[in-house]
């Protein structure tokens, strides 16, 4: 038992001092540190209907990597430029409960891009028209909190998987606007759904140590990317959008590998959805 732990310590010891190398001898040898091919993804649950309180929710795991979703649903003014579109607004929240790497505080960087990313992502996802209540009067306005509970890498396929299954959970009351008195009632036991225009379904590469490339990566290979890779495809298996981030150089036909594994990811996602 003691040579056990002795061993346990002196792999950890060796992963913290010196990550990098703990890395390469792994992915020289063709396999990454958790067991996994390069280009093969964690485990994907997603439960749908997972907020009480919330008009449409669902939370995503991705390994130890763990997002929840919720919109709540709330009638305001239309803009006067759109005056037959409700809202849809996104907002990442990448804290320090989810891990270490976050400060406490305004929201960071990170989660601010991921917010606006994601925001034009859904856009084409949900026509905001079928949010109108009483054109120029009253519209839904939908508030999407995506919360990261654990993060252990990809927290933003969690987030994009995570918003698609809330939206498909989402149920609205039928609302109508009284004229007279301007006061909108809505009727809680008559639900409606969104139609939407598409299914979205995110898989992330990474360019470990500038040389492998991985699918998934978790927190320790993210730490070590050069260069990452997100590719959206929607359910036509039409690219939808392609996302290069980091200063590493990823190729064409690197990226034409992406879109290609990211149509085999796309099956089971889609299956999860379900």
Known sequence: ???TEQLTFAIETFKRIHPVEFQRRFLSQDTRHDGRAFLQFRATHVVKGTIGTAQGSATVR????????????EVSEPDVNTP????LATNVDLSPICSANYRPGAPGDEAQVDSEHIFRLFGEVVDLKQ?????DQAVWSLSADIVCLKSDGNVLDAAIIALMAAVEDLKLPQASLDPATGVVSADKAIETQLTLRKRLFPATFSLVDDAYLVADADDAEERLATA??????????????VWKRG????????IARCIAEAKNRQNVVSSALE
């Open 1 to 3: 038992m003691a040579s």
């Open 62 to 73: 991705i390994g130890n990597t763990t997002v929840v979703c919720g919109i709540k649903a």
């Open 84 to 87: 037959d579109q409700g809202y």
């Open 131 to 135: 949010l109108c209540i009483e054109n």
């Open 228 to 241: 990452t890779l997100l590719v959206v495809l929607d359910d036509q298996g039409r690219l939808a959008n």
């Open 247 to 254: 200063a590493g150089t990823i190729d064409r036909p690197t």
